[in-house]
């Protein structure tokens, strides 16, 4: 899994000779009908727009990542339709690696949950069967397109846990609405940790927008995972 900051709006206008900043330019134009349009100051205007949910103005800047992740949880993230998306395509291009996942129990009582609580034998045991499976169907993949299977049809020899790529452009509407499901706790860790490491770019970017939701940079844990820091901020 990683999450690479690749572009954000640019705003060319300029005010009290000051080029202004994304959240400036989502300041500036939240103000379109007041005649304090060019005031610098916006925190508080932003805390307003969140806290009486006049998301509107939130679609005026864009923030693009680059999305490294499997081609089980892709679908997920593609889920989320006010976003724009490119994709690695596996009719052109070769498939060439995979990402392991962890061994989790199936938690019965909320079937959004699983539990980290096997024991390490076990743990590697399917880090080994993932392995074992990864090399005998990419081996299959490769015979196909030497054989000449076009790609687009040898991919189905691949497992889901296929490494794919993809760029993910939305408005700060959207990034918030989407934190705000996916940095959950019900959301599977492998898409948590996706999001809560957006998320972490986001608040690197919006810093003031992300003062007004509460939200901080994510709590890494020993094993490198994400934790979300109020996560349910409105």
Known sequence: MNVRFI??????????????SPEGLIAYCARVSSPNQENPNYAKLLQFCIRHGHWSVFEMVDMTLEITTTRAIAPQILRHRSFSFQEF????????????YEA??????NRQNSLDDFDE??????????????????KRYEEAIEKGIAKESAR?????????????KGSVRSWIHYFQIRC???????HRDIACAARDIFVQHF????EALSWNASA????GTHEPINPTAP
């Open 7 to 20: 572009s954000i709006t640019k705003p060319d206008i300029t005010v009290d000779g000051t080029l202004l």
């Open 89 to 100: 395509s596996q009719r052109y291009a070769k498939a060439s690696a995979f990402e392991t």
């Open 104 to 109: 989790r129990r199936q938690d019965h009582k």
């Open 121 to 138: 034998a076990t743990k590697q045991w399917f880090r080994e069967v993932q392995r074992e499976v990864w090399e005998h169907s990419y």
């Open 156 to 168: 189905a020899l691949l497992p889901l846990n296929t490494v794919t790529r993809m760029y993910m």
């Open 184 to 190: 959950d706790a019900a959301t599977q860790k492998e």
């Open 207 to 210: 810093p003031t927008v992300a």
């Open 220 to 223: 890494v844990t020993q094993n």
